[in-house]
């Protein structure tokens, strides 16, 4: 999976090769960056982070996760479209709108199967940090 600043997830073979989809941009939006897939709780999800303000644009910085549950994760990106896109977002948290001049930000992920819970890692320049934790069945 790549992105960046102005161009929303797009998912390659790993040969990098092959694109095999491209969220719209009109569903997630610019600087949604290091989007991550992972699979908890019997479904597939897209976690991004939003990088927060840039110049005179005021915008969150903050963690969002999208199911892109699906038959695979081609479908399941695909299903990301402006008209559902508020159906698929099923978390979101915001911890800051402050200047991201350089629109720095990241997010991993570390899946505790042994504790079945799932922790997300969100960081946006200017903006901090925030840890979420989410256990099964939650």
Same mark, same amino acid.
């Given at each position: 999976?790549?992105?960046? +600043? /102005?161009?929303?997830?797009?998912l390659y073979t790993a @040969?990098? +090769?092959?694109? !095999?989809?491209?969220? +719209? =941009?009109d569903a997630i939006g610019n600087r949604e960056l290091g989007g991550q897939v992972f699979e908890f709780n019997n479904a597939r999800?897209?976690?991004?982070? !939003?990088?927060g303000s840039e110049g005179s644009t005021v915008r969150d910085a903050g963690i969002r996760v999208y199911d892109i549950t699906g038959e695979d994760i081609?479908?399941?990106?695909?299903?990301?479209?402006? @008209? /559902?896109?508020?159906?698929k977002l099923v978390f979101s948290d915001s911890y800051g709108q402050n200047?991201? =001049? /350089?629109? +720095?930000?990241?997010?991993? !992920?570390f899946v505790d199967t042994e504790n079945e819970a799932v922790y997300i890692l969100s960081g946006a320049a200017n903006n901090g940090f925030r840890v979420v934790k989410a256990v099964k069945n939650q």
């Amino acid at each position: 999976m790549v992105n960046g +600043a /102005n161009l929303p997830p797009v998912l390659y073979t790993a @040969d990098g +090769a092959t694109k !095999l989809t491209t969220i +719209a =941009g009109d569903a997630i939006g610019n600087r949604e960056l290091g989007g991550q897939v992972f699979e908890f709780n019997n479904a597939r999800y897209l976690v991004t982070t !939003l990088v927060g303000s840039e110049g005179s644009t005021v915008r969150d910085a903050g963690i969002r996760v999208y199911d892109i549950t699906g038959e695979d994760i081609v479908e399941g990106m695909n299903s990301l479209i402006v @008209d /559902n896109i508020s159906e698929k977002l099923v978390f979101s948290d915001s911890y800051g709108q402050n200047l991201n =001049g /350089n629109q +720095a930000g990241d997010v991993k !992920l570390f899946v505790d199967t042994e504790n079945e819970a799932v922790y997300i890692l969100s960081g946006a320049a200017n903006n901090g940090f925030r840890v979420v934790k989410a256990v099964k069945n939650q």
